[in-house]
């Protein structure tokens, strides 16, 4: 069974278009991100939701709206698409466990590589 | 402000020979550590983590690493490297209390017949 997975696997399209990329986990987490990765693979946080509310909002474009009908989903919606939106985005997710002694990694879906023309 | 660097952009070991990845943080709080491998066209795949206890911590694949408070290091070894540990690593930092991790540039592993 697929823990994070992700659609579609590769989106291409063209500048100013508007488009989705869903995240599901069947992991049964609380919290769920959406990374950038660039070309040159530095991986960059954009969102992450804890229990379908928003606890970190990066410095990110208000053309990407991330969505979270619920625990299990994190959808990410890109608007007026531009060339420097080309990269691979990764959803994760993790147990939320953020207290005393605990530390809880991520686990990350196949990646969508988004590439607009 | 906090940060991970990894120097070492491209590493290059013949297979069998060993292999150490370096890793540096700057963080105001007790670290907690990983190391991910991300192969070709995939996702990040966890190596292993330290968040307390014993500094040397074994990860799967044979891979260990070793937290250096001293040093704020946490670098990844391995004793004999296989042609399939090909990847990219990345080293990644958090804290307790926050949700946010902040990972290194990477490191591209390249492995020699």
């Known amino acids: 069974d697929t823990a994070v997975s992700q659609t579609p696997k590769y989106l291409v399209t063209q500048m100013g278009n508007d488009k989705s990329i869903k995240c599901e986990q069947n992991?049964?987490?609380?919290?769920m991100y959406w990374y950038k990765q660039d070309s040159k693979k530095f991986l960059k946080i954009m969102f992450s939701?804890?229990?379908?509310?928003?606890?970190i909002n990066e410095t990110v474009p208000n053309r990407f709206s991330p969505k979270s009908p619920d625990k299990a989903h994190l959808n990410l919606h890109i608007n007026s698409l531009e060339l420097g939106d080309s990269a691979v985005y990764f959803c994760?997710?993790?147990?939320?466990?953020?207290?005393?002694?605990?530390?809880?990694?991520?686990?990350f879906g196949p990646g969508t590589r988004l590439t607009v023309l | 402000a906090q940060s991970v660097t990894q120097p070492d952009i491209h590493i290059t070991v013949s297979e069998g020979a060993s292999l150490e990845l370096r890793c540096n943080y700057s963080?105001?709080?007790?670290?907690?550590l990983f190391w991910y491998v991300q192969s070709p066209g995939q996702g990040l795949q966890l190596l292993l983590k330290y968040f307390s206890g014993d500094t040397l911590v074994q990860g799967i694949k044979g891979f260990e690493a070793e937290f250096k408070r001293s040093q704020s290091s946490f670098n990844l070894r391995k004793p004999s490297v296989h042609w399939s540990d090909a990847a990219e690593y990345f080293c990644a930092v958090t804290a307790s209390g926050t949700y946010k991790y902040i990972f290194g540039t990477g490191t591209r592993l390249k492995v020699l017949a």
């Open positions: 963080y105001g709080a007790t670290p907690y």
């Open positions: 992991l049964g987490h609380d919290t």
């Open positions: 939701y804890n229990n379908k509310e928003l606890i």
């Open positions: 994760a997710s993790s147990q939320e466990g953020f207290r005393a002694g605990v530390a809880n990694e991520q686990f």
